[in-house]
């Protein structure tokens, strides 16, 4: 097993804050987005949210690769459909280059 954390923001406004969360409630789960982040090899995904900042934690397979996940996106047209949606609410990090939006975070503590 592999562990990611990765990071993004949500533009600041509260009522878009909220409609963002709930398309990511359980009960509004859409099962072709499900399917696809299993498919690529992720066992495990949780998203916190603190003000509009956005972190995610990915558990995945030992063979788990992003470009393959990026590819299999890309020909996905429920997954480019999700995510233009989605982007109605997320903005890029400050330090994020053109067109990335989730930003890998570099582990630096680990207890023990």
């Not at 804050?17 to 990511?24: D, K, W």
């Amino acid at each position: 097993m592999r562990k990611y954390c990765l990071a993004l923001d949500l533009k600041d406004d509260p009522e878009l804050i909220a409609e963002y969360e709930n398309y990511h409630k359980f009960e509004n789960n859409r099962p072709a987005i499900t399917k696809s982040i299993k498919d690529a090899g992720i066992t495990n995904l949780e998203i916190y949210r603190v003000g509009n900042r956005l972190f995610m934690i990915m558990e995945t397979t030992d063979d788990f690769d992003f470009a393959k996940k990026g590819e299999m996106d890309a020909n996905n047209p429920e997954v480019q459909e999700w995510e233009t949606l989605m982007w109605k609410f997320q903005q890029p990090l400050p330090q994020a280059k053109e067109g990335e939006k989730w930003l890998l975070m570099d582990k630096i503590y680990q207890l023990g």
